[in-house]
């Protein structure tokens, strides 16, 4: 069974930086697409990035992108989301997810495993 578990998240002031670590386990990561969501009080869960595990292929929402970097490590199963020069809109709780599958999604519906979440909250 798919387990994944987030973690680095946290308070931070505007203009700083967060690194999300979500710890994968119980699968061939090596055909899965992992992807970043998160979803803030009162809004839906919102697409933030994705990256075929196999290949490193990416993708961002637009309002990120420049911003946050997606990457994985192969020996440790472990997916990264850097943020950086973070703003108080990206304030919400960030949730890992995969799917077995080789292309870039984006849709919350696409993906049949998820992580707990984690809270970041960026103050202005």
């Known amino acids: 069974q798919v387990q994944l578990v987030e973690s680095g998240g946290g308070l931070v002031q505007a203009g700083g930086s967060l690194r999300l670590s979500c710890a994968a386990s119980?699968?061939?990561?090596?055909?899965?697409?992992m992807g970043w969501f998160r979803q803030a009080p009162g809004k839906e869960r919102e697409f933030v990035a994705a990256?075929?595990?196999?290949?490193?292929?990416?993708d961002y929402v637009d309002s990120v992108k420049g911003r946050f970097t997606i990457s994985r490590d192969h020996a440790k199963n472990i997916v990264y989301l850097q943020m950086n020069s973070l703003k108080p809109e990206d304030t919400a709780v960030y949730y890992c997810?995969?799917?077995?599958?080789?292309?870039?999604?984006?849709?919350?519906?696409?993906?049949?495993?998820w992580g707990q979440g984690t809270q970041v909250t960026v103050s202005s």
């Open positions: 119980g699968g061939t990561f090596s055909r899965y697409v």
């Open positions: 990256i075929v595990w196999s290949g490193g292929s990416t």
């Open positions: 997810a995969a799917r077995y599958s080789r292309s870039l999604l984006r849709g919350s519906h696409e993906y049949n495993y």
